[in-house]
């Protein structure tokens, strides 16, 4: 099954190899145009996907409908539109089936 990863996880994660209580979340986010173009719901599932990825190893599997339940989101997470806009990358492509 393809994973998917946060670009720039870096950036959000303040531990290296721990189980982080707290991910940073910058005010300069609500400057990034690509962000304040999405929806209120969609920046709430990125945001909910960062915290998760940081306690995973950046290593998401690329299944919307366990995202969503994981992250107790009540809508399916757009995984496309954030690849598309660059917040996530999808890993593992040739291994799907």
């Not at 190899?17 to 991910?23: E, G, K, L, S, V």
């Not at 690509?34 to 940081?54: E, G, V």
Request: include cysteine; aromatic fraction near 12%; charge should be neutral.
């Amino acid at each position: 099954m393809p994973t998917l990863s946060i670009n720039g996880i870096e950036k959000w994660q303040h531990y290296k190899r721990r189980n982080p209580p707290w991910i940073k979340l910058y005010n300069s986010i609500f400057n990034d145009y690509k962000f304040s173009r999405l929806t209120d719901c969609q920046k709430f599932h990125l945001i909910s996907l960062w915290s998760l990825a940081s306690v995973m190893d950046n290593s998401l599997p690329d299944d919307a409908e366990w995202l969503s339940a994981r992250v107790g989101a009540r809508t399916k997470i757009d995984i496309d539109a954030f690849i598309s806009l660059g917040f996530i990358n999808r890993e593992n492509e040739e291994n799907a089936a």
